[in-house]
């Protein structure tokens, strides 16, 4: 499948310098692809900027950081008319202690779903067979190809379009 969007090169390299960290430190992981947004029909739909969104996530992500298989996060802010300001995130799940990241992305969507009060609403993303990458491999330390793999499918995070100028984006300290 030929890429549909332009890479940013800025957020590509922080992409990708985030995912040299965690494998470097990593000997396994999983990567759990998450989108947030808030529900047409709510009036944080019609917030006029990423600020309140922004806030929210932070807030969620200062849960998220307590669970204790996440390892680590990346998310970025867009905009669109049909999804108004919404977040691509993906968390990183040490897979030498979980081999499910079901209950992660449940948890997640219900820490979510509480901040907002019932206005936000998320998506696991999932692999889908027209796609070129597959976020479903385990990406190890040692195999090269697992690395690029999930390059592959994260720098969507990273593309120019929907950003509208926006540089809001974020990712975790990964320890030495």
Same mark, same amino acid.
């Given at each position: 499948? =030929?890429?549909?969007?332009?890479?940013? !090169?800025?957020?590509? #390299?922080? %992409?990708?310098?985030?995912? $040299?960290?965690? *494998?470097?430190?990593?000997?396994?992981?999983?990567? %759990?692809?998450?989108?947030?947004?808030?529900?047409?029909?709510?009036? $944080?739909?019609?917030?006029? $900027?990423? @600020?309140? =969104?922004?806030?929210?996530?932070?807030? %969620?992500?200062?849960? +998220?950081?307590?669970?204790?298989?996440?390892?680590? &996060?990346?998310? +970025?802010?867009?905009?669109? *008319?049909?999804?108004? &300001?919404?977040?691509?995130? +993906? &968390?990183?799940?040490?897979?030498? @202690? *979980?081999?499910?990241?079901?209950?992660?992305?449940?948890?997640?969507?219900?820490? !979510?779903?509480?901040?907002?009060?019932?206005?936000?609403?998320?998506?696991?993303?999932?692999?889908?067979?027209?796609?070129?990458?597959?976020?479903?491999?385990? *990406?190890?330390?040692?195999?090269?190809?697992?690395?690029?793999?999930?390059?592959?499918? %994260?720098?969507? =995070?990273?593309?120019?379009?929907?950003? $509208?100028?926006?540089? #809001?984006?974020?990712?975790?300290?990964?320890?030495?």
């Amino acid at each position: 499948m =030929l890429k549909s969007y332009t890479p940013n !090169w800025f957020f590509t #390299a922080l %992409l990708d310098h985030h995912i $040299d960290q965690l *494998v470097a430190r990593y000997s396994c992981l999983r990567a %759990l692809r998450m989108d947030f947004f808030y529900r047409k029909e709510t009036p $944080d739909f019609l917030q006029p $900027d990423h @600020r309140r =969104l922004e806030l929210q996530l932070r807030m %969620l992500l200062e849960q +998220v950081e307590q669970f204790e298989n996440i390892v680590g &996060f990346f998310w +970025v802010i867009e905009w669109t *008319v049909d999804h108004g &300001f919404h977040a691509h995130a +993906v &968390f990183w799940i040490d897979r030498q @202690r *979980v081999k499910k990241i079901y209950p992660s992305a449940e948890r997640i969507t219900e820490c !979510w779903r509480s901040i907002t009060h019932n206005s936000g609403s998320a998506h696991r993303c999932t692999y889908q067979p027209h796609y070129a990458y597959n976020i479903n491999i385990p *990406v190890r330390h040692n195999e090269p190809e697992s690395i690029d793999n999930i390059r592959g499918a %994260l720098h969507y =995070l990273a593309k120019e379009e929907q950003k $509208d100028g926006l540089c #809001a984006y974020g990712c975790n300290e990964v320890p030495e």
